[in-house]
């Protein structure tokens, strides 16, 4: 079983910089597969971005560029940098982590196993 706990969430003006860490709890943390979606009432959750157990990153084209995701292994923390926020990055921010023996695409909330409670930040113009 994996928990995970999200913190950093805040309000801030546009153009502004937040830190969001996602702290993982459970066994062989780099074994998952952990990314970050985000959701604004009555809207699907959203695709953010993912940090593989390679390390490698991908993100979704509304953030690349601006968001930057980064694993902890030894401290099981995984951390999504935020740079130049619009009001358009307002909701509530999940990590979530993918178990080893599942298959699916990152950028579909489906294939994530575990969820955090998510934490909220809001952008002012």
């Known amino acids: 079983q994996v928990q995970l706990v999200e913190s950093g969430g805040g309000s801030v003006q546009a153009g502004d910089s937040l830190s969001l860490s996602c702290a993982v709890s459970?066994?062989?943390?780099?074994?998952?597969?952990i990314g970050w979606f985000r959701q604004v009432p009555g809207m699907h959750r959203e695709y953010v971005g993912t940090?593989?157990?390679?390390?490698?990153?991908y993100y979704a084209e509304s953030v690349k560029g601006r968001f930057t995701i980064s694993r902890d292994n030894s401290k099981n923390i995984v951390l999504l940098q935020m740079n130049s926020l619009k009001p358009s990055d307002t909701g509530v921010y999940y990590c979530?982590?993918?178990?080893?023996?599942?298959?699916?695409?990152?950028?579909?909330?489906?294939?994530?196993?575990?969820w955090g409670l998510g934490t909220q930040v809001t952008v002012s113009s």
């Open positions: 979530a982590a993918i178990s080893p023996t599942t298959a699916g695409h990152y950028d579909d909330y489906g294939t994530y196993d575990y």
């Open positions: 940090v593989a157990r390679s390390f490698a990153t």
């Open positions: 459970g066994h062989s943390f780099r074994d998952y597969v």
